[in-house]
């Protein structure tokens, strides 16, 4: 058997080897750069992916609730605007599924009016795609289901190779915001490049709104975000041998009203060595030192129609919640 595919156990616990080692070349590059971070693509293992649909439900954590009511008031809308004029045949692609709560009203409403269409559900966990290939297809019986697990431009082309049908991508839930402005801009450009004129996008863009509703979402009084943010140190030390002391780093998040930037931190409350056993590194904490772990950029509405111009795609659409909180952009490349 080839190595670097064969299993490792771990804890009790067995991974893919090519994965723990881009696990561990990710988290390194990141625990000793200056200043640290790690990529929080990480955040979702089965313990992580529990916890944000914890924090979804919680009180304070609105961007949900706000995507939800445009998914469960205004389907028709959206469904009409993803299936245009001609009524083609097209895979329905979604980055980044989740629980696929919200876009399930979209595949029930398009399953009831006979479109003939494709999900191809991408998510980089593989417990995510389990479970939508069980629910899905157990829920809207006769959907026509695809799941790829991977990173999503990895799976974009391979979801290309399987058919040459129209693509329409959904990227909900303001996940462009886990990005600046540049690498928002950046990932929608080569988002273009793995589509062809005529394909659709449906963004989730949350909005700059009253900065103490924004903070609150990420600071909420129950501790799930902080929760969510630790559970990344407890993964690190689960699938690469770390000894991450939890109970010594704190969760900390700021929001700048100008530039949109909301932004997730651990503190380190004590000078300290962690060790990364199975590879024998040391990283070395100061006390009161920081590791970025998230952004959740919130944009206005004229910031992505200028993105949308600059990246190659044309607007179709808006749709906004009643309070105007979160809007749902439909772009069409050109």
């Known amino acids: 058997m080839n190595t670097q595919t064969s299993p490792v156990t771990l804890n009790g616990s067995t991974y893919n080897h090519t994965a723990v080692n881009h696990f561990y070349e990710d988290v390194l590059k990141g625990l000793t750069a200056s200043p640290k971070h790690l990529d929080s693509k990480y955040f979702y293992d089965a313990i992580g992916d529990q916890l944000f649909q914890d924090l979804m439900?919680?009180?304070?954590?609105y961007p949900t609730n706000c995507?939800?009511?445009?998914f469960s008031q205004k389907t028709e809308a959206l469904a009409s605007a993803i299936i245009g004029d001609n009524n083609d045949e097209f895979d329905l692609i979604e980055l980044g599924a989740g629980d696929a709560m919200k876009s399930t009203y979209l595949l029930k409403h398009l399953l009831d009016r006979g479109v003939n269409f494709t999900y191809l559900p991408i998510d980089i966990s593989a417990h995510v795609i389990d479970q939508l290939d069980v629910e899905l297809t157990q829920n809207l019986p006769g959907l026509k289901f695809e799941g790829l697990n991977g990173e999503y431009f990895n799976m974009l082309?391979?979801?290309?190779?399987?058919?040459?049908?129209?693509k329409v991508v959904l990227f909900l839930g303001s996940n462009i915001g886990n990005m600046p402005v540049a690498e928002a801009?950046?990932?929608c450009a080569e988002l273009r490049n793995h589509l062809s004129p005529g394909d659709m996008v449906l963004i989730g863009f949350d909005l700059k709104k009253n900065p103490k509703t924004i903070l609150a979402?990420?600071?909420?009084?129950?501790?799930?975000?902080k929760k969510f943010n630790l559970n990344l140190l407890h993964r690190i030390n689960q699938e690469l041998g770390a000894d991450f002391v939890i109970e010594q780093?704190?969760?900390?998040?700021?929001?700048?009203?100008?530039?949109?930037?909301?932004?997730?931190?651990?503190?380190?409350?004590?000078?300290?060595m962690v060790h990364i056993a199975d590879h024998n590194q040391s990283i070395h904490f100061q006390k009161d030192e920081?590791?970025?772990?998230?952004?959740?950029?919130?944009?206005?509405v004229e910031q992505t129609r200028d993105m949308a111009a600059?990246?190659?795609?044309?607007?179709?659409?808006?749709?906004f919640d009643d309070k105007n909180w979160f809007a749902d952009a439909i772009w069409k490349v050109r």
């Open 67 to 70: 995507e939800l009511e445009i």
């Open 290 to 300: 920081y590791i970025f772990m998230e952004i959740s950029q919130k944009f206005t």
């Open 310 to 319: 600059k990246t190659g795609f044309d607007v179709v659409n808006y749709l």
């Open 217 to 225: 979402a990420y600071n909420d009084k129950e501790g799930i975000t």
């Open 57 to 61: 439900n919680c009180e304070e954590y």
């Open 249 to 272: 780093f704190d969760h900390f998040p700021v929001y700048d009203p100008e530039t949109g930037a909301c932004k997730s931190y651990l503190i380190s409350t004590a000078d300290q």
């Open 157 to 166: 082309s391979k979801a290309a190779t399987l058919s040459n049908k129209r």
């Open 185 to 187: 801009e950046s990932f």
